[in-house]
Structure formats: C-alpha cells, structure tokens
C-alpha cells in the first residue's frame, strides 16, 4: 500500500465537487480482505492500477463522497448504500441507508453535507443527512410528474454556488421521440429547481421549473468543472438510415457537451430529435467528425448548415454506441474521466471502458479539452474489458463483460472510484495511477 499525500487529498475536494470539509487522506490497498476477484477481467493503461474494493451489490449506478470521506451508492432497484473506510484504505462497515426500489440513478449532496437528494423514474426525493451517524431523515418528495420510457435514470446534481438550485435530467422516451422538442413534454431536457421553494406537493417537472438545456436525447451524466461549468455526456440515437443508407453502425456520434453554467444559462437546444453529431465523416460529404447533421427536417430546420447554426454542437465526440454513462474530473481538472457502459448494437462492440480526456485552462481561465472539436482521438482508455469487440450486451446490464457506470475521484486521495452495474454482481473498483 501507499499513502496518498496530504495535498493531493484535499486538492481532491475540489475535483470531486461533493463535499468542502478536510477528508484524511487514506492509502491505496493492492487487495481487501473479503472482497473476491473480479467478476469479469479488465486491463489497465500503462502507469495504472486497478482493484475491486466493493461486490455484492447490485446494479451500482451513482457514487457520491460524504464530508468524512464515507462512499454512498445508488444501487438501482434497491436503494442506497453507505460504506465506511479503515486507517487501510479498505472498506471496513456497509450498511442500508435507504431501502427504497424505485431508486434508479441520480444522488447528489449538497456542499455542507447535510441535504441528500435521489431520484427514480418518476419523482425526485430529498432527506436530511447526518453525516456522524450516517443517517436520514425528513423525507420529502420534491419533484414528480416525470414521463416513464426507454430511458428511466434521472440524474440529479446540487449546484455547488447555489446548492438550493438542483438539475434533474429526463431523457426521451424513444429512440426518435419527436415531441421531445418542445420542451413542455418534458423529456430529452435538463431542468433546474430552486429546492428553497419547493410546493408542499413537490414541484411537477413538465410544468415548473426553468429549462436549463433540451435537445439532449439521454444526457445521463454531467458534473461541474472548478468554474461551475457544467460538462455532460450523452448517450445518441440507435439504428439510422441516412438517405436510404445504412449509417449506424459508426454514426451518430455519442457526445461531451458543454452544458453552460447554471446560474446564468437557459434554453439552450442541443440538437436531438432533429440534429445529430457526425463520428464517422463518410456518409456525409463536406461535414467532419463532431459536425451536426440533420437526420430529418423539422423544427425550424432544414439543412445540415442550420443544424450548424440554430443548435449548440459538442465539444468532443465518442464512437458511436459507447453509451457513456458517467464523468468526472480529476482533483485540478487537468482530466476528465467517462464511463462507457457498452454498445448493444454494433459490429463489432465497442464500449466497455474508462477513458481520460486530458483538458487544459484557457487563457481566459475556463476549462475545456485538449482535443480539437473533430478530433477522434481526443480521449484514451485507461481500463477497459480486455477485448471490447467480444462483449456481448443482452439487455441493459447483462453482459460478459464489466458494464461501468459510476465515476467519481476519491476526496481521500486514491484515484478514481468506478462502478460496474453488470446483472452477475455489481461492483465497484478503485483505479489510482502508479
């Protein structure tokens, strides 16, 4: 073992975005007493290492640090849990914190560490969190009225400047749901509430609120840069025909969108159902990789030159299918880390990884990647299955592979915690750079 330092530790605190007391930097365990190999083999990058630190579970979908260092999970159908670390780095007690099954996806907690929130398909739940005794009360129900579809995770994030102001995600509720653009359905769109005002009956998601951003088919992931700047990653359409062809096995592209800032943005469109980004240029001459094209008109547009002016593009781009699920910085924002879940309708497969997107600061302070807009190889993979075009995906979390989900950098130092949701066992690995 290794004893991360004190400054990488609280450096951490910032990167992680979840918590602001001091956490105790904690050291990175090779092994954990208890914990059995990995379910499904993975490799590592060179100047990586790889542990599982947690199994059992089932369907780890969301990790969250408490302000002492404690890991809360969103295990999907079950609830969530709460797991406590040794002076080893391992985890030393688990228990239930809420027994709840229509908890899918979403937990964030507010910045004092006092206020928890977490969705399910329909409604959005808060409780008080006592973070000495690892313990909830005073549940309310804050949101409801959401639409049930094929995209039933909601993700949920407390806004670090303003934590009464909290984002809730809807994805659509189709592969091309084409009412999605109008906003008052209330899908394929990310919404913020302000949690100080929230009606005894709870805020109804189509009809309160204000629009953030839409357009975005299933934005299931999304996290703040050290400015408040909110980064997202979106899963894309499935199955496309592009002019009587074929196109989907390399297209559309699945995306990194720079979301804005939550205190001053709003209604921005992303694109979807009518505009998709471009990964692979061929089917469509005089576009790059990352360029918007329309599938077809509608809303306004008409060409593929007023999806390039009327919708707002990616920053970056990923494979077609990837299916990214979750990202994070690291402790100064100098990476960013998605999870691939894995594609289930492509030949070969892809997906079925960790990757890193080196970012870097601007001259003008803000963030944003290394890579330029058209770059396909803005992002490498850092742990992966070892073969991604032999895994198999039947069904959302069936698999014989690692389907990863969680990605949070750890407030105590180690590395980057990341969850596999995969139906087998759920588990959750420790990935720390040599």
């Not at 080893?88 to 239930?96: D, E, Q, V």
């Not at 769109?189 to 949690?195: A, R, Y």
Request: proline share 6%.
């Amino acid at each position: 073992m290794r004893l991360s330092g004190i400054a990488m530790g609280l450096t951490a605190l910032l990167g992680a975005g979840q918590v602001q007391a001091a956490v105790r930097p904690l050291p990175t365990p090779t092994s954990c007493a208890g914990v059995s190999n990995m379910r499904f083999p993975g490799t590592v990058a060179s100047g990586w290492s790889v542990m599982k630190i947690a199994g059992g579970l089932k369907g780890p979908r969301t990790i969250v640090f408490d302000n002492n260092g404690n890991m809360l999970v969103s295990e999907a159908g079950k609830g969530i849990s709460v797991h406590t670390f040794g002076d080893n780095g391992c985890i030393n007690s688990t228990k239930a914190l809420i027994s709840n099954v229509q908890l899918n996806h979403g937990l964030s907690l507010t910045p004092d560490g006092t206020t928890l929130y977490a969705s399910g398909e329909r409604s959005v739940w808060s409780w008080t969190y006592d973070v000495n005794t690892r313990a909830v009360s005073a549940q309310k129900t804050v949101i409801t009225g959401m639409d049930s579809g094929i995209h039933s995770s909601r993700n949920v994030m407390v806004v670090k400047a303003q934590p009464n102001q909290v984002l809730v995600q809807v994805g659509s509720n189709a592969n091309l749901d084409m009412q999605s653009a109008q906003t008052a359905t209330g899908r394929a769109i990310i919404k913020i509430f302000d949690m100080s005002k929230v009606p005894a009956a709870g805020y109804n998601y189509k009809t309160q609120g204000e629009v953030f951003a839409y357009g975005l088919r299933n934005e299931i992931g999304f996290v703040q840069d050290p400015n408040g700047i909110v980064w997202g990653v979106e899963n894309s359409g499935d199955d496309f025909r592009f002019n009587n062809q074929d196109i989907h096995q390399d297209n559309p592209a699945e995306k990194l969108n720079n979301l804005g800032d939550p205190l001053t943005s709003r209604n921005a469109w992303y694109g979807y159902p009518t505009c998709f980004s471009v990964w692979s240029p061929q089917p469509f001459p005089g576009l790059k990789t990352g360029s918007q094209f329309m599938l077809a008109a509608g809303n306004g547009v008409n060409s593929h030159a007023d999806c390039a002016t009327k919708t707002k593009a990616p920053r970056l781009t990923f494979m077609a299918h990837s299916a990214p699920i979750w990202n994070t910085f690291d402790a100064n924002a100098t990476n960013m880390y998605v999870t691939f879940h894995g594609s289930w309708d492509r030949q070969p497969p892809t997906g079925f990884k960790v990757v890193e997107v080196p970012f870097t600061r601007l001259a003008d302070g803000s963030y944003d990647p290394v890579a330029p807009a058209d770059s396909q190889t803005g992002y490498r993979d850092i742990f992966s299955a070892p073969d991604p075009t032999k895994c198999t995906a039947n069904g959302l979390t069936q698999s014989n592979c690692i389907r990863l989900t969680a990605s949070t950098w750890d407030p105590a130092g180690r590395g980057l915690f990341v969850g596999s949701d995969n139906a087998s066992e759920g588990e959750i690995y420790l990935l720390s750079k040599k």
